[in-house]
């Protein structure tokens, strides 16, 4: 029998949350008793051995087969994978399913630097010399408003059709191996997003990624409130996705 004493966890739980957010005025009283609570559960005897329980080769070996059996699509695997402690020996991922195999050549195949798509897909987006000015909204409501008042829409239309929203792109590399595959279908997007696709001596290409689920700031957006809005590198999982 194992015997786990959690007093001293209820004991400190409030204490730790209002000394976070002291520290930290960006995270509210929710936040810090969530992320508190969860470190406090994690350094226990019990949080301690439910990791390892979860995290052990033998318990990843049987999620990727019931995954496996149920046909899960790869990004669903991957993210279980993410959730759990990872791949069985914490060993790179070796192989794709060929589908997404084929959806990295397409893309590949399609990337060029001559794309002056507005729809912000690039296959190779750092071979791009200018890229969409990230105030092209505004610059739109501005020259919608100006056409309404002088009947001149010329502006209007050169932002929509031509380049005029476009600037020059700061990351602008010819021979970038940045990779995307947000145009290629789910079962790829969700699975890369972004990845290196390096050229090799012999001729072939080497795909690297690493799975993580990036910040909202990072993306942009009000930071992450736990049990309240959504992980913004998740939304296509909504709320189940950010809660797991």
Do not use: C, W
């Not at 002056?116 to 969409?132: A, D, M, V």
């Amino acid at each position: 029998m194992i015997d786990f004493d959690l007093s001293k966890v209820k004991k400190n739980l409030f204490a730790k949350a209002f000394a976070g957010r002291n520290k930290n005025e960006d995270n509210d009283l929710i936040t810090n008793l969530y992320e508190k609570g969860g470190e406090a559960f994690r350094d226990s005897g019990v949080g301690k051995f439910v990791k390892k329980a979860v995290t052990s080769d033998f318990t990843k070996t049987k999620r990727d087969q019931i995954l496996d059996k149920f046909g899960a699509p790869e990004h669903y695997k991957q993210f279980a994978q993410y959730l759990t402690g990872g791949t069985v020996g914490n060993k790179d991922i070796a192989t794709l399913p060929e589908n997404v195999k084929e959806d990295v050549v397409f893309e590949h195949l399609r990337g060029t630097d001559k794309d002056t798509s507005k729809s912000g897909f690039q296959s190779y987006p750092n071979r791009r010399e200018t890229i969409l000015s990230p105030k092209f909204n505004e610059m739109k409501e501005a020259a919608k408003k100006e056409a309404q008042l002088t009947g001149d829409d010329s502006s209007y239309q050169a932002l929509m059709f031509e380049d005029a929203g476009d600037i020059p792109n700061p990351r602008y590399n010819p021979k970038d191996t940045l990779l995307s595959t947000y145009a290629a279908p789910e079962r790829t997007s969700y699975t890369l997003g972004h990845a290196q696709f390096k050229p090799r001596d012999d001729g072939g290409y080497t795909l690297t990624d690493t799975y993580k689920v990036d910040s909202n700031e990072s993306m942009g957006a009000e930071p992450y409130k736990p049990l309240r809005n959504i992980k913004s590198d998740l939304q296509e999982g909504g709320q189940l996705a950010s809660r797991l």
